[in-house]
């Protein structure tokens, strides 16, 4: 009977020694370069996302927050002190801000007063051809923004397990975290759920993975006609 307790007694202070990888979906057992490309798969396969952070590039600072699916996505961007929404549904991107905006932003000197007044507040049409469609449009692309910082650069290590937005994750570094560290979910899917970038290039959370949002083309009411070459951000 002594001998049966103390085997009770052993396997209750096995399991509170604290298996990280207990009840996951067992990434944290595997090599960081597998869980790498498990979490880009998973976020492949995803009919939609969340991404918000900040994003620091050659062209600027930009403060994302989207959603995102193989449709198209709606969100805000923050660059230069300026905040501007953005709405694309399938091939028609459409483009948002307030007067200022405009009129700072408006091409060459800005846009005058009055046609920044008629603006602001209003969903202008990007048309597929103007210069600052391939750019505006690509923050609205899952596949475009997921593959441009999905990649750790450098060696790859594994990091610490953890909780990062209320779930329990995997760390996996590129250079010891030079090349970048990604946060991978330990719970059902191995989404990225947090990223920091190689070189301090922003940092980006990712969140509602798989949950479904509706988009849908502004109504002719909150639409106008910008009538020239829209601005570059």
């Known amino acids: 009977m002594l001998g049966a307790g103390l085997i009770v007694a052993g396997m209750v202070l096995a399991g509170c020694s604290g298996d990280p990888d ?43 927050d989207m959603r995102l699916k193989a ?50 507040g209003k969903y202008v049409r990007v048309p597929k051809g103007d ?28 990091g610490d397990h953890g909780e990062t937005e209320g779930i329990r994750t995997i760390e996996i570094k590129g250079d010891d975290g030079a090349g970048g560290i990604l946060d991978v979910s330990l719970e059902d899917t191995p989404v990225p759920i947090r990223l920091q970038r190689a070189g301090g290039a922003g940092t980006l959370t990712f969140t509602e993975w798989n949950k479904s949002f509706s988009l849908e083309e502004p109504a002719k009411g909150d639409m106008v006609d910008y009538g020239q070459q829209l601005p570059t951000s």
């Open 131 to 158: 210069a600052s469609y391939e750019q505006l449009s690509g923050f609205t692309d899952k596949d475009v923004l997921l593959d441009g910082v999905l990649t750790l650069h450098g060696s790859l290590g594994k």
């Open 22 to 64: 207990a009840n996951t979906n067992g990434e944290g057992k595997l090599e960081p370069a597998q869980i790498q490309k498990d979490a880009q798969k998973a976020a492949k396969a995803a009919s939609a996302v969340r991404l918000a952070g900040t994003v620091v590039s050659k062209d600027g600072t930009y403060r994302l």
């Open 71 to 120: 449709s198209g996505g709606t969100g805000s961007v923050t660059t230069k002190g300026s905040t501007f929404r953005l709405l694309r549904v399938g091939d028609h991107l459409f483009l948002k801000a307030d007067a200022s905006w405009w009129k700072d932003k408006g091409g060459k000197g800005g846009t005058d007063t009055a046609a920044a007044k008629a603006l602001g």
